[in-house]
């Protein structure tokens, strides 16, 4: 297995850009004389996290995040050894822009747009389909912050669109309350976390249905571990629980593990912060 991650810390033009990237491969190959069952593979999986911050004025702070995933698995045939089609194994497209108020207040407001999506959609040979774009309006408390850790907690009401863009006259709507709550925690200077609780009750939907799954909250819990094991070796851990009941009346699990070298450039002196 051959894995490459890089960490770029960076400001430019007043933004604070966090940068992190990975790229996991494996291989294994069997020819026609091999006495065993197995079979070759070939399997890859590679990640970009983005987080840019940057005051506007003086009192409104724009973050950007932007979380992309995409993996195939390429298998061999047991009987002619001849290699099958790809299959994906991870496929992510997420992308928010939070704009937070910031007062000092108890309570802040704060405006989001999220976007969720995926790079192929092999049910039906479509690129960047289906889209889930999300708008939410409400306040927001910052828990605890410190040099490193912060948990913040967000309230409001939320408008969630669901995008086909074979069907645009299939486009559903679900407007209701959303919380989602975010955590980034440094258990040590080496061991860090970054978590992100998402919460939405709809309350009302553009389209008629027979059906009510569309009442019971759908939750999406992220979870991921940074493991600096050396200086420049990092254990990437990623786990994610959803439950949509639009989709699957199950909790759904995803879940990536990956090892590999890991730099980090330091922040440039003067640097304008948020």
């Known amino acids: 297995m051959w894995v490459l991650v890089s960490s770029i810390l960076l400001t430019a033009q007043g933004w604070n850009i966090s940068i992190n990237a990975g790229l996991n491969l494996s291989q294994s190959y069997y020819n026609a004389a091999w006495s065993g069952d197995e079979t070759g593979s070939i399997v890859w999986t590679g990640t970009v996290d983005l987080e840019a911050k940057r005051m506007i004025q003086t009192h409104f702070l724009l973050t950007k995040t932007t979380h992309l995933a995409y993996g195939q698995t390429y298998s061999q045939d047991p009987e002619t050894g001849r290699w099958n089609p790809p299959q994906k194994s991870m496929d992510r497209i997420e992308n928010e822009t939070v704009i937070r108020m910031t007062r000092h207040w108890l309570v802040e407001p704060f405006f989001s747009l999220l976007a969720r999506s995926q790079f192929a959609d092999e049910a039906t040979s479509t690129r960047f389909n289906p889209w889930e774009i999300t708008t939410s309006l409400g306040l927001v408390k910052t828990l605890y ?130």
Do not use: C
């Open 145 to 274: 912050q410190s040099e490193q850790d912060e948990i913040n907690l967000r309230e409001g009401i939320a408008m969630k669109t669901t995008l086909d863009r074979r069907h645009l006259m299939d486009t559903a709507q679900e407007g209701g309350l959303e919380t989602v709550l975010q955590i980034k925690k440094s258990f040590t200077q080496n061991i860090q976390y970054q978590g992100k609780f998402t919460l939405f009750k709809a309350l009302a939907r553009s389209q008629s249905t027979l059906s009510t799954t569309w009442q019971t909250p759908d939750v999406n819990f992220q979870n991921t571990f940074r493991i600096a094991l050396t200086k420049y070796l990092q254990l990437t851990f990623y786990l994610e629980l959803l439950y949509d009941r639009d989709i699957v009346d199950r909790l759904q699990l995803k879940e990536n593990l990956s090892i590999g070298l890991f730099y980090q450039i330091p922040r440039g002196e003067g640097s304008e912060q948020p």
